[in-house]
């Protein structure tokens, strides 16, 4: 069967040699590699105007970006920690500016951890994860920077007054592990307890 697509010649825009193509295909390179060097060629300096082999690099010479960044603007501010004018180029200016890592470090400590963290909860707020089995609980934060218990077993040692037995854990009755009534949780051993959820892991398995 024959081949009723029109095919044209033309000029390679980088080497100057005559291809041929089809005339559908706008193309203005004869090859890949063409196409390639153009690309990498292109690029200019941006002091100097020459141009740069490699496409990532906006310089020619190390010469040439100490001169641009000399050229940036300087910004006189003020430490937001100790109020000292220094200054810094104008792309470096962030929300809070330092004089020193020392100025920065004291500034962190004291309004970037433990409580004073923007992201940290306050005592008493609760989050829900899911355990290894997929359920959903309820995690009450008891102390900072980071202290998290299991609601369930913070209700049952706060109601029964004291401290839950090794070995022992805190079963759901009605099988709702986000339900921690005090009436509806129990205080069994882990034997009790895969024995009441023998059925839930049979069918898993």
Known sequence: MKNNRKTIKSICCFCGNTFTHRADHLNKYCSRQCAGKS?????????????????????????????????????????????IMFSRPECHIRKTNFCSRVCAGSYQSRNRSGKNHPMSKPIGSYIIKKDKS???????????????????????????????????????????????????????????????HRKELYFKL
């Open 39 to 83: 690309r990498r060629h292109n690029v200019k300096c941006l002091v100097c105007g020459k141009k740069v082999k490699k496409s990532r690099n906006i310089f020619c010479s190390n010469v040439c970006a100490g001169i641009y960044k000399s050229n940036k603007s300087i910004v006189n501010l003020l430490c937001d920690e100790c109020g």
């Open 134 to 196: 997929g359920r959903k609980r309820k995690w009450i934060k008891l102390a900072h920077p980071n202290t998290w218990e299991q609601n369930a077993r913070y209700v049952w040692r706060t109601t029964h007054n004291k401290e839950i037995p090794y070995g022992y854990i805190i079963h759901h009755k009605n099988m709702d592990s986000m339900n921690d009534d005090p009436t509806n949780l129990l205080c069994i051993t882990r034997s009790k307890h895969v024995n009441i």
